[in-house]
């Protein structure tokens, strides 16, 4: 079992059915404006199992939500909206992902992105797994940085 | 961050209890380090506070050298209440009694003790508790007991009745011994080590993904009158037998044109 970084291939096809919105998207002929989502990072640990292949949260693998870390993660903040750079276009959150004080209850190296407004069978929707390495962490302050959202450092990309 | 001292104090009493009042407010989640000497035919030493932190033994009890009535034990609380705060140390047979209170930041809020420490007691002018193991950055306290006592190499007093000394330092080395100079006499000394917050930071690396666009194919199949057999374009095949000819475009798998085009005699 392990983790792997992947855009999940779920995303994609909810991409196509317009499941996601990542930015608010403007009134045209079609659609009234829509408003952005909300979306979630949720840590995994090295015993968990997702990647391509997650379609929706689940608390299997997930840290146990105890002390400063409660279940499904904590918020990413997004004030960001999608771009593109030639023919690509991304989507990254606007901060970084912060826990104060936490412990975790085991070695983690992993975060699920999940949409918290675009559920399937009451459980959020994944977009993307994004590993790293084996971390833990006793009553300390844990930051997941953002890359740079441009073209070809972005945390969701399309080419 | 690194571990950082906040506030000491120190006080004494010829009685079986002594209080120490910290000038600042403790800061919730700091840790309280208190050393405690009790003159007393009793080893027994608590500790409490009027915040109502829980206080363990560090290490301890260390009798002094030859057997007297002297002893010595620190005592701490990881991730302590915050507010203003006065520490009790008794001993039920104390005739006199020290004790020196110190705050840290920065230090793990829980199980921060790192490995058990090191006591001993001797006979000269250097009480030493003796070499422990411990990790770099911790914060290495020590407490012992002889007359005019001065900080040991790269320690700082953090209180002392000239009999009693706490005294601390940050330890660049995974080896520690807390040591003082004193006196020429009787001592005991004890040294533990604290761990600090480590905070982790990760760099999250960006997925992507290659979008396509599909292939529109375009057949045309044309078929002759009078000829028995299959004819085929592309994926579009018509069966023979027939009398007139006919052509489709398919866009895709979607016939766009249907018409009769060709007759042959």
Known sequence: ?159 | MAIAFIQSKQNTASTTSVAITFTSNNTAGNLLVVGVEANSTSSVITVSDTLGNTYSSAIGPTQINGGGNQWIQIFYVPNCLGGANTVTASNSSATYMNIVGAEYSVVKTASPLDGAGASAAGNNATPASGTFTVTVDDLIVGFALLSNMVAGSGFTSRGTDTYSMLEDKITSSTSANATFTADSGNWAAQGVAFLPIVDVTVSLTGVLATASVGTIGIAIALALSGVSGTVSAGNITASGGVTQGRADLYLGHKTVVTDNLVTLG
């Not at chain 1, 829509?34 to 090295?46: E, H, P, Q, R, S």
């Not at chain 1, 299997?60 to 939500?65: C, D, I, N, R």
């Not at chain 1, 870390?69 to 990413?76: P, S, W």
């Not at chain 1, 030639?86 to 970084?96: C, E, I, L, Q």
Request: charged residues 10%; proline residues 2%; contains cysteine.
């Open chain 1, 1 to 159: 079992m392990a983790n792997t970084t992947a855009m999940c291939t779920s995303f994609k096809k909810e991409l196509l059915n317009g499941s996601h919105a990542l930015g608010t998207q403007a009134t045209n002929s079609v659609r009234t404006v829509t408003t952005k989502d909300t979306f979630n990072g949720a840590l995994y640990l090295v015993t968990a199992t997702i990647n391509s292949t997650t379609e929706v949260y689940s608390a299997t693998g997930e840290l146990a939500a105890t002390g400063n870390y409660t279940a499904k993660g904590a918020l990413l903040t997004n004030a960001t909206v999608p771009s593109t750079t030639g023919t690509t276009a991304f989507w990254t959150p606007s901060a970084s992902l912060v826990w104060t004080n936490l412990t975790s209850s085991g070695a983690f190296d992993a975060v699920l992105i999940i949409n918290n407004k675009s559920t399937s069978g009451g459980a959020e929707l994944a977009v993307s797994v994004n590993t790293f390495g084996s971390q833990s962490i006793t009553a300390g302050t844990l930051t997941l940085t953002m890359p740079t959202n441009d073209a070809t450092t972005g945390l969701i990309r399309l080419a």
